[in-house]
T-cell receptor
Framework: KAGVTQTPRYLIKTRGQQVTLSCSPI?????VSWYQQTPGQGLQFLFE???????NKGNFPGRFSGRQFSNSRSEMNVSTLELGDSALYLCASSSSPGGRYEQYFGPGTRLTVT | SQQGEEDPQALSIQEGENATMNCSYKTSINNLQWYRQNSGRGLVHLIL?????REKHSGRLRVTLDTSKKSSSLLITASRAADTASYFCATDPTPSGGSNYKLTFGKGTLLTVNP
């Protein structure tokens, strides 16, 4: 089976712009979770989608949003980018919602906001 | 806030030695998982231990879980330079109500194995 893929791998944006990141889960996985990783805060949970429904959301401002399509592919969007949004964004897929089973991570998208 | 906290934050050992990392958490859990992350890449799942298990092995990895102390340890035996990575514990908390459980990660232990 192909692993989790994320596009793009690297991105440079300017403050105030918006960005859309994409994640394709492992075939058959219906759960996709998104995380933000920074040196200071570590891995922070953004949100999780299961069968096109957002079932959980972390403590992030409304500028961070996401969606999941019927083929389980997911996108996350960050509007009005701030310097502090520079981070590695990771998505993970699983066969079950939440943490009941292992999550499979993609390689991440490195976002730099200047 | 972080549910799991790894200790130590950093660990440097020589090849062939054993490495032990600890994880403490705050609430009751369904399971605890360990992940590895090589520099700047995605996380790789290592092992999952359920709350009713006390010890689990996978190759050179040994994980223990003490639910009374709310702690877990990851032992890597006969370490290799390729084991150099950050190691994270993640907990699947028992929901206090509703179904909004999610996997929560600690900040990790950076393991350096010197050749």
């Amino acid at each position: 089976k192909a692993g989790v893929t994320q596009t793009p791998r690297y991105l440079i944006k300017t403050r105030g712009q918006q960005v859309t990141l994409s994640c394709s889960p492992i075939s058959g996985h219906r759960s996709v979770s998104w995380y933000q990783q920074t040196p200071g805060q570590g891995l922070q949970f953004l949100f999780e989608y299961f069968s096109e429904t957002q079932r959980n959301k972390g403590n992030f401002p409304g500028r961070f949003s996401g969606r999941q399509f019927s083929n389980s592919r997911s996108e996350m969007n960050v509007s009005t980018l701030e310097l502090g949004d520079s981070a590695l964004y990771l998505c993970a897929s699983s066969s079950s919602p939440g943490g009941r089973y292992e999550q499979y991570f993609g390689p991440g998208t490195r976002l730099t906001v200047t | 806030s972080q549910q799991g906290e790894e200790d130590p934050q950093a660990l440097s050992i020589q090849e062939g030695e054993n490495a032990t990392m600890n994880c403490s958490y705050k609430t009751s859990i369904n399971n605890l998982q360990w992940y590895r992350q090589n520099s700047g890449r995605g996380l790789v799942h290592l092992i999952l231990i359920r709350s009713n298990e006390r010890e689990k092995h996978s190759g050179r990895l040994r994980v223990t879980l003490d639910t009374s102390k709310k702690s877990s340890s990851l032992l890597i035996t006969a370490s290799r330079a390729a084991d150099t990575a950050s190691y994270f514990c993640a907990t699947d908390p028992t929901p206090s109500g509703g179904s909004n459980y999610k996997l929560t990660f600690g900040k990790g232990t950076l393991l350096t194995v010197n050749p």
